[in-house]
Nanobody, 114 residues
Framework: QVRLVESGGGLVQAGGSLRLSCAAS????????VGWYRQAPGKSRELVAT???????TYVDSVKGRFTISRDYAKTTVYLQMNSLTPEDTAVYYCRLFPLGGSWGQGTQVTVSS
């Protein structure tokens, strides 16, 4: 069973950048797709970006051109590089196998101040 752990969140000013990491255990990770999700206060969780085992990527419109999802097969880690952050990006960010799903981790808090 693959277990994913998120890290890299923090407090940043608008216009700044953060890189989130999703570290995986389990040797089947490299053959699986992964998605980054986020949940802002009072809002439902939304899918932000996905990456397939073949490194094809998708993004929600609100982050296109600002966020980049990538994976390091050697480190079994998926990253979410977030640039030009705005207060609307404030949320708890989660990673999860996509589209397989599975359990949710603790997430990592991203707070963007104006």
């Amino acid at each position: 069973q693959v277990r994913l752990v998120e890290s890299g969140g923090g407090l940043v000013q608008a216009g700044g950048s953060l890189r989130l990491s999703c570290a995986a255990s389990g040797n089947t990770f490299t053959r699986l797709g992964v998605g980054w999700y986020r949940q802002a206060p009072g809002k439902s969780r939304e899918l932000v970006a996905t990456i397939t085992s073949g490194d094809r990527t998708t993004y929600v419109d609100s982050v296109k051109g600002r966020f980049t999802i990538s994976r390091d097969y050697a480190k079994t880690t998926v990253y979410l590089q977030m640039n030009s952050l705005t207060p609307e990006d404030t949320a708890v960010y989660y990673c999860r196998l996509f589209p397989l799903g599975g359990s949710w981790g603790q997430g990592t808090q991203v707070t963007v101040s104006s």
